[in-house]
């Protein structure tokens, strides 16, 4: 009898456990109740949070979802829509960059060969009430300069604050050619800002017309009479593809040699008005990410005049 009391009382210490817990992932250990802003992912199998500065920014075109934490280290995924409860993934042109810093350099969800690798993230939830989003992720990134390639599990994102973009009076465009006979100019000042002004700032904007995107991250943040260069490993990442190509991702950032292109970003104000504005320049060379395409476009004149979003 008293060997059937004991086999009982470790079933239920057992189920009372596992009530208490959230499994992520079969045959994965259990992990902790996320917090709001929570946003973590295993790299190759060991788990890495980018909870310090979160926030997500979307709008008729498109939606940013970042993070970062106190090393430095960045995540970001840029998904070509606005945000909505579905499953996104590489085949509508989503894309994940990972930031890491040191020798381990940048990766993205971008072959050696330009293709797209496996993302999928899925939008679990969005409370308008409190405006924020939680979702979960997983896929592959790749680093051309290493020839490494991560594998990203359990991803997740907890009730990261959410801001609704719409058009105003930003400016964000620039000429863009492959010589001085081939120059176009492309804005993208549609749902332009700028976010995490004092630490990893992100410029961002879209160019609705021909379904592009322009993001420029400056890891240190920014300040007003500052001149920002590839030193500082600021990106500058383009995407100049349309619908019928959506993965024509050029960056200032070469991954064959693991060295940043050059690069020119000049804060010449941070404005203190109702929303506060960055005011500025940017001058740089990108090249097709990931691929053993080294033509070079030269970015001139660009502008900045974009709001900011406080998450």
Request: glycine share 10%; charged share 20%; with cysteine.
């Amino acid at each position: 009898m008293r060997r059937y009391f004991w086999l009982l009382f470790a079933i239920t210490g057992f189920v009372w456990s596992c009530s208490d817990s959230e499994l992520l992932t079969p045959g994965d250990e259990f992990q902790e109740p996320e917090l709001p802003g929570t946003f973590r992912v295993k790299i190759d199998g060991t788990l890495t949070d980018f909870s310090e500065t979160t926030s997500v920014s979307s709008n008729e075109v498109s939606t940013q979802i970042n993070g970062a934490n106190a090393e430095g280290q960045m995540i970001s995924i840029m998904l070509s829509s606005p945000i909505s409860e579905t499953t996104y993934n590489e085949v509508s042109g989503s894309t994940i960059t990972l930031v890491l810093g040191g020798e381990d350099g940048n990766y993205m969800n971008i072959s050696e060969t330009g293709q797209f690798l496996p993302l999928i993230v899925k939008i679990t939830d969005i409370d308008m009430l409190n405006m924020t989003v939680s979702g979960t992720f997983s896929g592959s990134v790749y680093n051309a300069s290493a020839e490494v390639t991560l594998e990203l599990t359990n991803g997740e994102f907890f009730e990261l604050p959410l801001t609704v973009t719409e058009g105003g009076d930003a400016v964000l465009k620039a000429t863009f050619g492959v010589d001085e006979t081939q120059q176009t100019e492309l804005d993208f000042s549609s749902n332009a800002n700028a976010t995490g002004t004092t630490t990893n700032a992100v410029i961002s904007g879209d160019n609705v017309d021909e379904i592009q995107d322009l993001k420029i991250t400056i890891p240190g943040g920014i300040e007003a009479g500052v001149t920002y260069t590839e030193v500082d490993e600021v990106e500058i990442r383009v995407n100049l593809g349309t619908s019928d190509n959506p993965s024509d991702v050029y960056t200032n950032y070469d991954a064959a040699n693991d060295v940043y292109l050059p690069v020119s970003i000049v804060i010449n104000e941070i404005t203190q008005d109702v929303e506060g504005h960055v005011i500025g320049t940017f001058t740089g060379t990108i090249q097709k990410f990931g691929s053993e395409n080294d033509e070079q476009i030269a970015i001139t004149n660009g502008i900045i005049e974009v709001p900011i979003l406080v998450p």
